[in-house]
């Protein structure tokens, strides 16, 4: 059976773009949005659990995000992980329910986030360079091996070149619709 696999390639570099949407979602553009809130983890019950776990969150306004939280005693709990999560914002304490409204972004900050944007951008890249030349390997390995010809190789490498060049593209029309989300352009 041959190494290479052009389908499982097209899937792990979507993989690659998949994880750089959901890492963009997290940034903070000054819309209120759920997804700020997925990488918080909560300490309740004697263990982590991710905050929709133990609450539900939501986006009453478009600059306020409100957590319910369901067991009155995970909002101590619950409150500390929001303010220690590193988002900056600070929770309003308002019975069962948190309220948390989003600041406006200061100019330097938007610069920030704009640069981390790129930096997860360039993460992405990397993964797909990286799938990349996994193909190219399975692709000599196959050579080796008498399952290809050269002449069907380098075809298959051009295929291959191809669909790095387009995942990459995708990379960056995402990731530059991002930053210009951040800088308000």
């Known amino acids: 059976m041959p190494a290479y696999d052009k389908a499982d390639l097209e899937r792990r570099m ?5 994880s750089l949407k959901g890492d963009l979602g997290g940034l903070r553009t ?7 809130l997925d990488p918080v ?24 995000i409100s957590v319910q939280v ?3 005693t995970n909002v101590g709990p619950v409150e500390k992980a929001i303010r220690s999560a ?3 914002l600070n929770p309003i304490n308002d019975g069962q329910t948190l309220r948390l409204p989003i600041p406006d972004l200061t100019e330097e900050r938007r610069k920030e986030l704009a640069k981390l944007a790129g930096q997860y ?9 990286n799938v990349r030349r996994d193909g190219m390997d399975a692709l000599k390995t196959d050579e080796k091996k008498g399952v290809f010809s050269e002449d069907e190789r380098k075809r298959h490498e ?9 995942t990459i593209a995708d ?15």
């Open 41 to 64: 983890t909560v300490e309740v019950y004697g263990a982590h659990m991710p905050l929709n776990q133990v609450a539900t969150v939501s986006v009453p306004e478009p600059r306020m």
């Open 158 to 166: 051009g295929e291959v070149q191809k669909l790095t060049d387009a």
């Open 171 to 185: 990379i960056d029309v995402v990731a530059g619709a991002k930053e210009k989300e951040i800088l308000g352009k």
């Open 30 to 36: 000054g819309r209120a949005s759920t997804s700020l």
């Open 86 to 88: 590193g988002l900056g």
């Open 121 to 129: 951008s360039e993460k992405a890249k990397v993964a797909v360079r």
């Open 70 to 72: 369901w067991d009155k």
């Open 14 to 18: 979507q993989g690659a773009v998949e």
